[in-house]
T-cell receptor, first 113, second 113 residues
Framework: NAGVTQTPKFRILKIGQSMTLQCAQD?????MYWYRQDPGMGLKLIYY???????DKGEVPNGYNVSRSTTEDFPLRLELAAPSQTSVYFC????????????FGPGTRLTVT | GQQLNQSPQSMFIQEGEDVSMNCTSSSIFNTWLWYKQEPGEGPVLLIA?????ELTSNGRLTAQFGITRKDSFLNISASIPSDVGIYFCAGQLRETSGSRLTFGEGTQLTVNP
């Protein structure tokens, strides 16, 4: 199993551009999450999904959108990129058993200039 | 939003020393998780705790779920250079939709050979 994969690993955007961060998992996990991590800080939840077709906002959803058309994929869309969105973005997933253990991808480092 | 207070923020120790860090909250958690993040990588799960008072080990790492359900501790014995990284606690609150986790701000550990 590859686990949780994310692409791209790095990206530089100009202010106002848009892009999609890709996340995929091959563990048949229902729950998927998007976090951002600012320098020296913990993880803030952007959006999450409890299954295909179901998404909900986390702590910091403004400026982002998500979709979940399949169990495997959970892309994060940035519209009109702003410097405040410069961060490292992590995708995570967990199964539906009784544990709450989330497994993380390697991250996407995004810079908006 | 809900916060976890993680301390210390950073630690500089000599190889061979023992390390202790902790997380506290004003709220009750059902689950405590400890993650390690190395530079340029996503967080990796170290230990998961599910019962108040539970003490769990993973090699030289030992973590405890506090009796009050409002805190957790992580100890590393006989530290080695590869222990360097950021250690995050994460908790799952009761009745949180989507099984969301709340993360601490992290403890940056530096081990001098």
């Amino acid at each position: 199993n590859a686990g949780v994969t994310q692409t791209p690993k790095f990206r530089i955007l100009k202010i106002g551009q848009s892009m999609t961060l890709q996340c995929a998992q091959d563990m048949n996990h229902n729950y998927m999450y998007w976090y951002r991590q600012d320098p020296g800080m913990g993880l803030k939840l952007i959006y999450y999904s409890v299954g295909a077709g179901i998404t909900d906002k986390g702590e910091v959803p403004n400026g982002y959108n998500v979709s979940r058309s399949t169990t495997e994929d959970f892309p994060l869309r940035l519209e009109l990129a702003a410097p405040s969105q410069t961060s490292v973005y992590f995708c995570a997933s967990r199964g539906t058993d009784s544990s709450y253990e989330q497994y993380f991808g390697p991250g996407t480092r995004l810079t908006v200039t | 939003g809900q916060q976890l207070n993680q301390s210390p923020q950073s630690m500089f120790i000599q190889e061979g020393e023992d390390v202790s860090m902790n997380c506290t909250s004003s709220s009750i958690f059902n689950t405590w998780l400890w993650y390690k993040q190395e530079p340029g990588e996503g967080p990796v799960l170290l230990i998961a705790l599910y019962k108040a008072g539970e003490l769990t080990s993973n090699g030289r790492l030992t973590a405890q779920f506090g009796i009050t359900r409002k805190d957790s501790f992580l100890n590393i014995s006989a530290s080695i250079p590869s222990d360097v990284g950021i250690y995050f606690c994460a908790g799952q609150l009761r009745e949180t939709s989507g099984s969301r986790l709340t993360f601490g701000e992290g403890t940056q550990l530096t081990v001098n050979p």
